[in-house]
C-alpha cells in the first residue's frame, strides 16, 4: 500500500530503494493450523539518512509458505495507525478438521460486511459517504482456516465529472469457524486526498 495497493516488485522495479535504516519489531503472530499462511502484526521505525527524527508505526504482513515447507514470502504489507495494536486470537486446529473452505463464502461475507459500510470519517473531516471496493483475497490452501481481504473505500457521492475518491483502504483479517468466516480485525486506514 503506498498509500493504494500496489504490486511490490513492479513498484519497486521504478522508485529508488531507500538509504536509510529500517527496524521492526513483532508483537503477535497467527499462523494457519495448515502452516500455508500466517500473519505478524508489530511496530516499525525508519530513520533517514541524514539522521532526523524517524518515523514510527505499526504493521500488518501476511506470509504464505512455499509448497512443502518451503519458504515465507510476504503477499501482503500494510501501515497501520493505531493507538495500539491489537491482540490476535488463538490459533484452532479444528479448522483444519472441516470440510474444505470456499472461496466464494469468503467473498460472500466480505460482500455482506462492505454492505453494511456508509459513512467514513476522515481525518477529523465530516462524514463521507462510501461504498467499499474489494480489490483481493489472500487465503491459505483450500483447508485453510486463515484469509485476509483488501479493498478501497470509494466516495459514494463524486462531484460531477470527477473520478470517486479513495478515501481509505482496509484489510480484513478472517478467521474459519465451523464453515462460516468471521473477520477477527478489521483495518481501515485514511488517504489523504
Known sequence: ????????????????????RLEWVPVAALAACDASLAVTLGTWSYTARDGRAPDTGQ?????????E???WRIVLDQS?????LPALPTATRAGCDEASSDADALRAADGKVNG???NLHVNGQPKV??????????T????ADLALTHGELVDRKAPRKAEPQVRAVYVRLWQRQGRAWR???DFTSTVTP
Do not use: C, I, K, N
Open 1 to 20: 500500500f503506498r498509500p493504494l495497493p500496489v504490486a511490490a516488485r513492479e513498484w519497486l522495479d521504478t522508485h529508488e530503494p531507500a538509504t536509510g
Open 59 to 67: 504493521y500488518l504482513t501476511a506470509w504464505r509458505r512455499g509448497v
Open 69 to 71: 515447507g518451503g519458504d
Open 80 to 84: 497501520l495507525s493505531l493507538a495500539q
Open 116 to 118: 453494511g459500510l456508509r
Open 129 to 138: 459517504a462510501v461504498r467499499a471496493v474489494t480489490l483481493g483475497t489472500v
Open 140 to 143: 491459505g490452501s483450500s483447508r
Open 183 to 185: 473477520v477477527v480485525q
